[in-house]
């Protein structure tokens, strides 16, 4: 057992030389394998900082940049009109918007998107989430003129940093080719029996109506408790007569 140890201690002994007798040799070799490990390393390390940092950035400025929408909607009045709408849906604060009308179209209900004032003026101011909306045009009479007609807008303002920016923002009328409504709106019909409650009560208040009230008195109730206990002595009368009649 003692002769197996000491020959496993002799191998080890001759491994652990060999390895020291090469990295002596080798020493330059291996300095210059490490060395180009580190810059390596160094240089995926300093990358992934970069874009680390670039994405920080982006983040940064997703979260402070404005960002103007224009897009048509339904009316909530009624299906057949539809409302012009300006949102800043970005996260900062927009200034100095301006509209540069690229492509429009004549409408007969409603006007020309270059003639609304807020389109011809611009928008001082619009921070995040703010909107303005607008009425634009009703299709009746009109939809197989204007259903495959386009808009083009160019709007451009400036962010908190005053830098400029513009975008050209293109509306197809078609998206709303085919378009049906069933029912109504819910939120505009109670809004109008809202306004209908609203209208009884003032006429009852001024007294322009008058409520037809029916009265029920005591008297009233013994009359109605006389009438049924006299159409319970009946019936009690007419089971009894059979009765009577029998031997």
Excluded at 88 to 93: D, K, M, R, V
Aim: glycine share 4%; proline share 3%; with cysteine.
């Amino acid at each position: 057992m003692e002769g197996i140890y000491k020959q496993h201690l002799a191998v080890v002994k001759k491994e652990m030389n060999d390895f020291l007798t090469f990295v002596s040799q080798n020493k330059e070799a291996i300095t210059l394998f490490f060395s180009l490990a580190v810059t390596i390393s160094t240089v995926v390390y300093a990358i992934l900082t970069w874009r680390l940092a670039s994405e920080t950035i982006k983040m940064r400025k997703a979260q402070t940049e404005p960002k103007i929408s224009i897009y048509l909607q339904p009316c909530q009045a009624s299906f057949h009109f539809f409302d012009l709408v300006v949102k800043n849906i970005g996260a900062g604060p927009a200034y100095d918007v301006k509209f540069k009308i690229l492509e429009e179209f004549d409408v007969k209900e409603g006007r020309k998107l270059s003639e609304m004032d807020f389109i011809k003026e611009g928008i001082k101011y619009m921070p995040p989430n703010y909107s303005i909306i607008s009425f634009f045009l009703g299709v009746l009479g009109q939809y197989n003129e204007i259903i495959d007609k386009n808009l083009q807008i160019k709007v451009i303002y400036n962010n908190s940093e005053k830098k400029e920016t513009f975008e050209i923002i293109k509306i197809n009328m078609s998206q709303f080719k085919g378009r049906q409504q069933l029912g109504e709106d819910p939120m505009n019909k109670i809004a109008q029996n809202i306004e209908k409650i609203q209208s009884d009560i003032h006429q009852l208040s001024s007294g322009y109506h008058h409520l037809l009230v029916d009265t029920y008195t005591a008297e009233d109730r013994e009359k109605i408790r006389e009438r049924l206990e006299k159409q319970r002595q009946e019936i009690i009368q007419k089971q009894q007569k059979p009765k009577e009649n029998n031997p």
